[in-house]
């Protein structure tokens, strides 16, 4: 490590990168913390690459800046999101960014707990230059931090007659070498480095724990709102065949290669529309883009893989919010006014021989009226019960689950993506009003954020795993409980 007061090189396999130093928030505060951002841990997927397994960068002479984040899959204004995830144009989107405390290289057994952040997005969007992603304060807590980049939407995740399946995973597992290989000369320990995600980055972390060729490469999985694609090769490969016919190419690589970006993105969105009543779809199917079982990285469907053992041992955290898509059903309220609760549990796709059950198990909620029930029927469908499926598939593994449920000051429930900039402890970062409301609890995301970083260093949260008969779910709102059954109203799509 080359040191000044302010830049720090690092020297990696490829070649050294020089990162910036920068204070830490909250906690004390002022605390070390170093950024490495945009380390390209593969060449440009263009080119010959273009629909190509990922090819680990060539060595590079002097010093490469890592000053500022690399190119994104991500392409153009991404309008209005939840999380700030801005795009970066270029050709080089295949990058890590590394955050570390203390940038001088460990003897093995000796570095830091490393976490390794999935961004979401549902596997066509999402960005790891997000502000929110930072992990300036994981650093002040002791965690070198680095978030990756993967090809998102078609050319990630597309079946292509000829080409690999499964690119944007394998960018994933790429990465994942990355780190092993290098994340010692940031000072971290390669022998303790837990992989994280939120929505799509949560479904990718389990997917991950799933896969018999991963295992190598992390040692504990916490996934918040993991939403799982496990998309089946006759659906992939007819989504594709539908892209070629709008694109009047054949559904090979020659044919997808002759296309420009832009236009594979624009039959993209268009394929993948959905209308106004695609929610069941949806819930049914999954999401169009994401990892396929193909038979080579995963072999099996991923609750089918954790039921035969895989990732058995390794530590899991796994939980979703309370109201995750409520907030999509906001303007529905007077149309769903009228419409009788079991017919509206049909929408939602709740078994026929559930419904009557899971109304008697949200007796809260049917109270506050059909909006709120559908909302919170979504979100139980597509998060929280796929959630508990996994959680039962662990058996007797080490398994801790939470659920938050600090209701938004802005929308009044606990709604998709607000428990991350708690996690990331970055309640004084941009754009967060907007979806906290104001004046979001700091205790809570103290509380949070130490028990993320406990889990990361100890592989244990600090809350009673999820055994039976207990089944303690960690309930983070204020204040924070541990309550026994916590998921008891969601038992019934079980």
Not at 184 to 193: K, L
Not at 386 to 410: C, D, E, H, M, N
Request: with cysteine; hydrophobic share 40%.
């Amino acid at each position: 490590m080359t040191s000044t007061p302010e830049y720090v090189e690092v020297s990696t396999r490829a070649g050294v990168v020089r990162g910036r130093w920068r204070d830490t928030t909250g906690g004390l505060g002022n605390a070390p913390s170093a950024a490495f951002e945009g380390i390209p841990f593969a060449e440009p997927p263009v080119g010959e690459l273009r629909f190509a397994s990922p090819v680990p960068k060539a060595p590079w002479e002097g010093v490469r800046d890592a000053l500022e984040f690399g190119a994104t899959a991500q392409r153009g204004d991404p309008g209005v999101t939840l999380i700030p995830e801005p795009s970066v144009p270029g050709e080089s989107t295949l990058n890590v960014n590394v955050y570390t405390p203390s940038p001088i290289g460990a003897a093995p057994g000796e570095g830091m707990p490393v976490l390794v952040w999935i961004h979401g997005g549902g596997f066509f969007a999402g960005s790891p230059a997000s502000p929110w992603y930072d992990g300036r304060n994981f650093n002040r807590d002791g965690v070198v931090t680095v978030t990756l980049s993967y090809r998102l939407g078609f050319d990630g995740f597309g079946w292509i007659d000829g080409a690999p399946s499964n690119r944007g995973v394998r960018d994933w597992l790429l990465a994942l070498e990355w780190v092993q290989q290098n994340i010692a000369a940031f000072g971290g320990d390669p022998g303790r480095v837990t992989i994280a995600g939120q929505s799509a980055g949560g479904g990718a972390v389990l997917t991950l724990l799933g896969m018999e060729k991963a295992q190598h490469l992390f040692h504990g999985v916490y996934s918040l709102s993991g939403a799982l694609a496990d998309v089946s090769q006759a659906r992939a490969k007819a989504l594709s065949e539908s892209i070629a016919r709008e694109l009047e190419v054949p559904a090979t690589r020659a044919g997808f290669a002759s296309i420009p970006e832009e236009r594979i993105l624009e039959a993209q969105k268009k394929a993948t529309e959905l209308g106004p009543d695609a929610l069941g779809s949806v819930i049914e199917d999954g999401l169009a883009f994401g990892p396929q079982v193909d038979g080579d990285l995963l072999v099996r469907p991923t609750r089918e893989s954790i039921l035969a053992g895989v990732g058995a041992g390794k530590p899991l955290v796994a939980g979703a919010a309370r109201d995750e898509f409520t907030m999509a059903l906001e303007g529905a309220d007077r149309a769903l006014r009228l419409v009788p609760k079991r017919m509206l549990l049909a929408k939602m796709m709740v078994p026929k021989a559930a419904r009557a059950a899971y109304l008697a198990a949200n007796r809260d909620v049917t109270a506050k009226g059909n909006h709120f029930l559908a909302g919170r029927a979504l979100s139980d469908q597509m998060f929280t019960a796929p959630l508990l499926r996994i959680v039962a598939a662990r058996g007797a593994g080490p398994t801790w689950v939470y659920q938050f449920a600090w209701p938004s000051g802005k929308f009044g429930l606990a709604g998709h993506c607000l428990d991350v900039p708690f996690f990331f402890d970055c309640l004084d970062g941009p754009a967060i009003a907007a979806l906290t409301g104001p004046n979001p609890p700091q205790a809570l995301a103290d509380e949070l954020h130490a028990r993320a970083v406990e889990f990361v260093s100890d592989g244990d949260p600090g809350w009673p795993r999820y055994d039976s008969p207990r089944n303690v779910v960690r309930v983070y709102d204020t204040p924070v409980a541990d309550v026994p059954d916590g998921y008891a109203s969601v038992y019934p799509l079980v």
